[in-house]
């Protein structure tokens, strides 16, 4: 009817958001006003978001169905929704933060860059350097199965170790083809409880960056005769008419000599008998 306003939160809406604005939590003392202002609260909202759920269905398939991109819809349903909820608790009034968009692009860069600017404005405190060790560390020692942090501990003290690849044996090796990678004894050497999963444990140690694989050969080449003898290094060998080692190494990363010094105590501990001076 003409000069009658349209009320723009509809009749529905209306009755939840002014059965609402009676609710001031300033108002509700002690537990019992606390727990009754969540149970109508929660019980007002529910039946809101009921009464909106198929019109919101409706809109949501038609923004779909006009070719819109999705993050874009998404969005603007996400800002929808938060708004509504604001409206119907009557907070209309306060000051709230916009809600964070799903897009992982120009957003997330940017608050990437917000934290980065801020590591770069603390760099003159000396109590944001983390002097007792990085911050990483912490989050390692969680990612470490037993046996692997024996592993770290026993290459800490003993250094590199021999490892070896077995490969297709072929002229100046053109087309040689890798049979088995890496074959060592480190997870025996450091006393692993279940030695047979050596590899699983030297890619999670990679993986963390606490050691590495490396082509270059330890000091004394006479260590790799005793990963050759091993049954799976002549298992490998056995796959193929010809075959050949070839001689690498395996490494702690200055990393995790690090993260050994600061984890671990060492002191009293002889790599099981396998340092230098106790061989």
């Not at 942090?149 to 590199?160: D, N, Q, T, Y």
């Amino acid at each position: 009817m003409a000069g009658q306003q349209v009320d723009p939160v509809g009749p529905g809406r209306r009755s939840v958001a002014t059965g609402l604005r009676g609710l001031d939590p300033r108002k509700r003392t002690g537990a019992v006003g606390l727990v009754r202002l969540a149970t109508v609260t929660t019980v007002r909202i529910t039946a809101a978001t009921v009464r909106g759920s198929l019109a919101s269905t409706v809109d949501l398939a038609r923004d779909v169905s006009s070719g819109e991109p999705m993050a874009e819809v998404v969005d603007r349903r996400v800002e929808a929704v938060r708004s509504g909820l604001v409206r119907v608790l009557g907070l209309a009034g306060h000051d709230f933060p916009p809600a964070l968009p799903v897009r992982p692009g120009e957003t997330e860069a940017t608050d990437l860059r917000a934290v980065g600017d801020e590591l770069l404005r603390r760099l003159s405190d000396p109590a944001a350097q983390a002097p007792g060790g990085h911050p990483a560390f912490a989050r390692i020692l969680g990612e470490l199965l037993p046996d692997e942090a024996r592993i770290l501990r026993f290459m800490a003290l003993a250094g590199p170790q021999p490892a070896i690849d077995v490969r297709t044996r072929t002229p100046l090796g053109v087309g040689s083809e890798l049979i088995a990678g890496g074959i060592n004894l480190v997870a025996q050497m450091a006393g692993c409880a279940d030695p047979e999963r050596d590899q699983e444990y030297l890619a999670n140690l990679d993986r963390l960056g606490m050691i590495y694989f490396c082509d270059e050969q330890v000091a004394d080449p006479r260590r790799y005769s005793f990963v050759e003898a091993q049954p799976v290094t002549s298992a490998a060998m056995a796959r193929v008419r010809k075959s050949t080692t070839v001689y690498r190494s395996i490494r702690i990363s200055r990393f995790g000599l690090q993260f050994c010094e600061v984890c671990f105590t060492l002191d009293g501990y002889d790599a099981g008998g396998w340092l230098e001076d106790v061989r």
